[in-house]
Every structure is written in C-alpha cells, then in structure tokens.
C-alpha cells in the first residue's frame, strides 16, 4: 500500500473558504495579504497549498483558525465549517472548534511550546483539560503520541530547550493529533525534519487520516511532498491563488508562469550541477484576474501580455 | 567535479591554515531532573575542516547533533572535549569564556529557528544597524550605514521598507531572510548557516543559494550549511559530510557523495528524498523495515553483530571511490566491493582530506 493509493475522500466540503480578503491596517503600510481567495477541502482530503514566501498562506491558515489579531482584519468572503459560519462563532463556540475540530501545526512550531513545562506536562494538560481524562490515563496516552511521531517517550521528561528543532516539530504534530480533529492545518511541520522522519511522519499522519478521515490543509514549500501527499492543491502569489488542480496536474502540467517557476527551480538528485534561477529579478506579477478552467479541474489565472514576457524569461533561465 | 557546469572557485590554499577546523569535538547533555545523572551524547569525536571559501553542507538525521555542532562553534555551547580552530587559533583557549568581539567578526551564525531568533521588540532596522555598528562595518556617515541597510535588504529580496517592521509582522521566510542579512552585515569568514532556507519557496531559495554561491567566489567566505534539502547541498556545496548519531559517518565531494552513497544511514536518507516522479513509490512500511534495520542497534551504532570486525572498537574510515573526491566513509558495515579501489584509510585520522 503506498501513500498515494489513499483514497481521494468524498466531495462534500468540510471546510470552505470563499473570497477571503485579510488585510494588514497599519499607521505607514497596510497589506493586502489574502485578496479574494477561493478554495475547499473534502472530507478526508488533502489541500495543498504552495505559494511564494509572504504570500499569504499563514494569513489563510490564521483566519480559518480565528486567531488573526489588531491589526489584521478579515474585509470580506466567508469561511464554513461543516456548514457552520466559522467568522460568525462566539468565543465559546470558538473554543470547542480550536483544537478540537480543527487544529494547526503552527510555522512557528519550533518556538510555540511553553518553555517552562515538559513535553508530557504540555500533552497530559491538553488530554486532562480537552479529553477529561485522569492523569495517569493522560500520562500513557502521552508516551503512545511521542512515539507515534519517533520521539522515545523517556522524553517526556525533557524541556523544549532540550530538544533539537525537529524534534520540536514533532511533538508539536503530536499534540495537534491529540484530539483527533477533523480537520488538520499542518504550516510548514516539516521544515526541521530530514527526509526520513518526515516521510515516516507523513506516512503516520495518512494513516491516522485513513484511520479517522479527518481532512488536511498542508501548506510547504517542498513541492514533491506536496505532489506526493495532496489530493489537490492551489498556488498563490501575492495573496492571490493563481492556479489549482489535481496535485498530479500541477506537477506535469503547471500552466501559470509563476507555478512553472516553482516547479523548474528546483534542484535535482541527479546529472550535472547547472545553474538555476528562481523568478528572474524584476518579474512580478499584478492585478491577478479571477481564475479560469484552462482544463477539466485545472483553474488557472490568465496572464496578461506583461507577464508572458516574464514566462519567456523564466524559461531562458538566465544564468547566475 | 569534471561534469559539473557550476564551477568550484575555492581558492587552493594549501599552505595557509584552513577557516574553521573542529578537532575531537565531544558534547555531552545532562536530561532529566537536576540530581539526574543521565545525558545524551549529542556529538563525539567531530572532526571536521572547512577550507578558505569552501561551502561544506552538514545533514543527517534529526535530532542527531547538528545544530549543536554549530552551536559549539560558534561559542553558544561549552563543547565537552575537542578543540576548535579558526585560521590556525585555538578559540577555546585564546577566548576562554566567552567568543570574544573579534570572533564574532570573524563567525557568524544563522539560527535554525526564524520565530525564536529575532527580539520581538526590535523593528528589522534595529537588527542590521546594531550589527554594522558592533563591528564597524557601517561605513563612516548615516549616508553610508543607510545604503549598506537598503543593500542588505536587496541582497535578500527583501524591500527596504521592510526595515520598519517588527518581526511579527513578518512571515516565516521574510524572518530568515532578516536573520541572513544580520549575518551577511557583519563580513564575517566564516557563516555557520543553519537551516536558513526551509522557509523560502524554492524560486526565493534558488536565490539565497546563488547569493551564498556569489559571496563564496567574490569574497571568499567559508560556509557551513545545514541542511535537509539534499538537492540544495548537492547545489551549493564542495563537500558534504552526514551526521548519524552525534558523529560523522561520512564525507566527500557533493556530487560523488550522493551518487554513490556508502553508510548505510546516507542511502536510507538518499532514498528517501520525495520525488514527485516517483509518486507512489513510497512505501511507508518498507521504509519502517529499513529504518529499523539501519538504527536498531545495542552493541554498535548500526550493526548489532559483535563477530564482525569493527563491532567491538571504534569503525574506521574507509575511501570510497576515486581519491579525487576524498570520499570516506565511517561504518561497521561498509566493506568495499572488490576491485572498487576502496581501503581503510588510518584508524584515527584527524585529516579528513587524506588522499593517497
Ligand atoms: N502583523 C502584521 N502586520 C503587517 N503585515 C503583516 C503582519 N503579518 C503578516 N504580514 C504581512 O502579510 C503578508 C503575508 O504573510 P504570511 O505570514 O501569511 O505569509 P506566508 O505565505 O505564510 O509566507 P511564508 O511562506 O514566508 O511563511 C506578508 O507580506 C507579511 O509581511
Ligand atoms: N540544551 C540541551 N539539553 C539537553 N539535550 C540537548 C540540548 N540541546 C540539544 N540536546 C540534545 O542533543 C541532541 C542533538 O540535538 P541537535 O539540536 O544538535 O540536533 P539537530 O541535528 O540539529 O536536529 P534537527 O535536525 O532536528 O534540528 C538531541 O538529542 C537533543 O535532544
Ligand atoms: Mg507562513
Ligand atoms: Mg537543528
């Protein structure tokens, strides 16, 4: 059995994100970080979501959890949970919705646990607190997270500062997984992990979907394991989503320059070392149109005459 | 090297002392309660050089030592044992307690973590100026210093108004790029770069890594690069030596290395480099039987079979391969093929360049 033989998950839409726009009010600069972005998620489906650096992905991630703060304000479109009006939860709603339906690895991992409790201490709170479970009970269902994601459970005991960041990062996956919620926001979990682990971490975290069906949005930057692990994705550059389809689709047909500029600068394993070049300086892409269907499934953003000069450039590959 | 299009720069400075060499390097971390006796042994018995303008990648798996590798040398970390030489000097022994300003001149590191690493109360500005001031690399008017900050953040592809902004207010590959610049403000020898990219898309990471490449050929500073992104080290680096463990298991030219790896953890970790290609290819529980064939271990760091040679003692280095790409590696497993030209190098050496 191999990850991509998972099932694709069932097109009712758990979690539904229409024409977000978040925007960053600030005394000098205010940002459009999100600008009218549409995507959702199946039961037991994996999203990915790739993009540029500052394009808005954590932004997204934030607002569909609720925990954007001042000076973020979310200027229009709406987000559903299993039909339920997410923007229009009260706090108590809210409570029960984080963690519990839905939880985030947050980018932040690596720095997110509360340094002056133990790794078991943190995970038994979140069972005695959420689950109602007695501590003892807390305290092995703690040992079994921590070697669920590879980590010797002796290491409940230690201090997030004795941990290395991978680590981190893994007992931050576990905590998220806690609960069983149905919807998992996974922001870049594996950025401290090698290879290895992160396949095996991966594998776990399908596993436990096909197990539990919950969905997950995944955003990375490492486009293959995106490729290997989503269902679909989408792309986003400056806020805006400019192309999205089957996973597979964007990898061997990616149709937005931007999307094929992901998908070339991309080292390889093998063959001699050429020099690669990531968007060549000065392209950029503005006033992003609505998505078209360019084929069955596959919704790109047409490009204007400006940038189909930047693909011609992308493609030249100038060297360094 | 031969095939390569990317051209290797490095200046052959055989006669001058080498940027950064690590000798014997031990370190050794009590866990548990304050009256507990048990450690971890994070690394042991590092030896490892990195030559004048030379870029050497570090991985190996998670949790088995590099960051406190970089750590030790860059003078955050008391190493248990071992010496740490930067152009020829003792650092431990000329700077007792703690790296002193000229050290800091010379090294500089950048953080594995973007979000721990930055004081939130400072704006982006605060970080670069303090930085071209403790130094003195500011140039000798406000005029200078503020064209060196808008270079610095060109460099990085970040815009200058960002110099302004908290990092809160950043993303998470906005922040790395702060934390590169605060290192490249400095002009230091030697940059200890850990993980610095793993938050940048890959066309933003392309970038970084041309921009490491450039300041290697222009300005001949030495890099350690950490990192799990094999296709980046293979991209930028001379050399890259895998850590298992807490110790080096084995080193060689980048290209050789992950062509033709050797120890038996660099080809699981080869392997398993996800390849959308190959999609599907992936077997988790094949992957798992590997794993454990490759990790569990009592008797020695892979084996587990006292009969066989190395077990009992310490395993020796063994050249893989063409001496040209100084390839060895460090195992209880390896045997060369037959007639592959491999041989045991010497049982302790302390110079991993050793060719013939
Ligand atoms: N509190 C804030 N105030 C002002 N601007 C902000 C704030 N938080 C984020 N931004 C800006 O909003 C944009 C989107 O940020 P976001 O963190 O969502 O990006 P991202 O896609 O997650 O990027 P990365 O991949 O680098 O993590 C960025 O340009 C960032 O500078
Ligand atoms: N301050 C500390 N106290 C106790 N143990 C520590 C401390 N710092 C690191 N360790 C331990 O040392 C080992 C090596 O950690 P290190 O951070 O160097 O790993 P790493 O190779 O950088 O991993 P990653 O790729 O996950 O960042 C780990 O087992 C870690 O738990
Ligand atoms: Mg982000
Ligand atoms: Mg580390």
């Not at chain 1, 940002?31 to 540029?52: C, K, N, P, Q, W």
């Not at chain 2, 010379?106 to 001031?133: I, K, W, Y």
């Not at chain 2, 850590?243 to 970790?269: C, I, K, R, W």
Request: aromatic share 6%.
């Amino acid at each position: 059995m191999t990850v991509s033989q998972v099932s694709f998950g069932s097109h009712e839409p758990v979690l539904e994100v229409k024409n977000l726009t978040v925007k960053y009010i600030g005394d000098t600069r205010s940002t459009t970080a999100v600008d009218r972005v549409s995507f959702s998620i199946g039961t037991g489906e994996v999203f990915g979501l790739a993009g540029e650096s500052g394009c808005g992905k954590s932004t997204i991630a934030n607002s569909v959890m609720r925990l954007l703060k001042d000076p973020a304000k979310i200027a229009g479109g709406s987000i559903s949970f299993g039909g339920k009006d997410v923007l229009a939860m009260s706090q108590e709603e809210l409570r029960r919705f984080r963690w519990q339906d839905v939880a985030m690895v947050f980018q932040s991992a690596m720095n997110s646990l509360n340094p002056v409790l133990t790794i078991g201490e943190q995970i038994v709170d979140i069972f005695t607190t959420h689950a109602g479970y007695t501590r003892k009970e807390s305290l092995r269902r703690a040992g079994e997270l921590l070697e669920l994601v590879r980590i010797d459970s002796a290491r409940l005991k230690s201090y997030p500062h004795q941990l290395s960041g991978g680590m981190r990062q893994r007992a931050v996956i576990a905590m998220a997984v806690a609960l069983k919620p149905s919807v998992l926001i996974l922001d870049e979990p594996t950025t401290a992990l090698d290879v290895v682990v992160q396949q095996e971490i991966m594998a776990q975290i399908k596993e436990l979907q096909r197990e539990l069906g919950f969905s997950v949005l995944f955003i990375t930057h490492d486009m293959s394991l995106m490729v290997e692990l989503s269902h679909r994705m989408a792309v986003m550059y400056g806020g805006r989503i400019v192309e999205t389809a089957k996973a597979q689709d964007v990898y061997t047909n990616p149709r937005h320059p931007y999307t094929q500029a992901l998908m070339s600068a991309f080292p390889p394993l093998t063959g001699p070392r050429v020099p690669l070049t990531g968007l060549p300086d000065g392209v950029k892409f503005r006033n992003i149109p609505d998505l078209t269907e360019a084929a069955p499934g596959h919704f790109v953003a047409p490009v204007s005459a400006d940038a189909s000069a930047a693909d011609t450039a992308i493609m030249e590959g100038a060297a360094r | 090297m031969s095939h390569a299009v990317l051209s290797s720069q490095r200046p052959s400075a055989d006669t001058e002392a080498p940027a950064l060499e690590v000798r014997g390097l031990g370190k050794s971390f009590p866990i548990g309660g304050l009256f507990s006796r048990d450690s971890v042994r994070a690394l042991h018995g590092v030896d490892l050089t990195i030559g004048r303008g030379e870029i050497v990648a570090l991985v190996g798996e998670s949790g088995s030592g590099k960051s406190t590798l970089a750590r030790c040398v860059a003078r955050l970390e008391k190493p248990s044992s071992g010496q740490i030489l930067i152009d020829g000097v003792d650092v431990l022994k000329r700077d007792r307690f703690q790296a002193s300003r000229a050290f800091r001149s010379q090294l500089q590191m950048v953080f594995q973590d973007p979000f721990g690493s930055l004081n939130p109360a400072h704006r982006v500005e605060h970080f670069l100026r303090r930085s071209l001031a403790i130094h003195r690399k500011g140039g000798n008017s406000e005029t200078a210093t503020q064209q060196r900050l808008g270079e610095l953040m060109t460099t990085v592809g970040l815009q200058a108004d960002m110099l302004n902004s908290y990092p809160h207010e950043l993303s998470g590959g906005q922040r790395q790029r702060v934390a590169i610049a605060r290192a490249l403000a400095v002009e230091p020898q030697v940059i200890l770069a850990d993980e610095p990219t793993s938050m940048l898309d890959v066309s933003v990471r392309i970038g970084v890594l041309n921009l490491m490449r450039k300041l290697r050929d222009e300005q001949g500073i030495s890099m350690l690069y950490i990192t799990h992104d094999l296709a980046s080290a293979r991209y930028l680096a001379d050399r890259t030596v895998v850590m298992f463990a807490g110790e080096l298991v084995e080193e060689g030219e980048s290209l050789d290395l992950l062509a033709n790896p050797a120890h038996p953890y660099t080809q699981l970790l080869v392997s398993a480099v996800p390849d959308p290609a190959r999609a599907g290819s992936y077997d988790p529980v094949r992957r798992a039987e590997l794993r454990q064939a490759v990790m569990a271990s009592t008797t020695c760091t892979f084996d587990g079979d006292p009969n066989q040679a190395c077990s009992a003692e310490e395993p020796v280095r063994h050249r893989v391969g063409d001496p040209e790409n100084s390839h060895w590696v460090r195992c209880h497993l390896y045997r060369p093929q037959p007639g592959a030209g491999g041989h045991a190098l010497a049982a302790e050496p302390t110079d991993n360049t050793a060719s013939a």
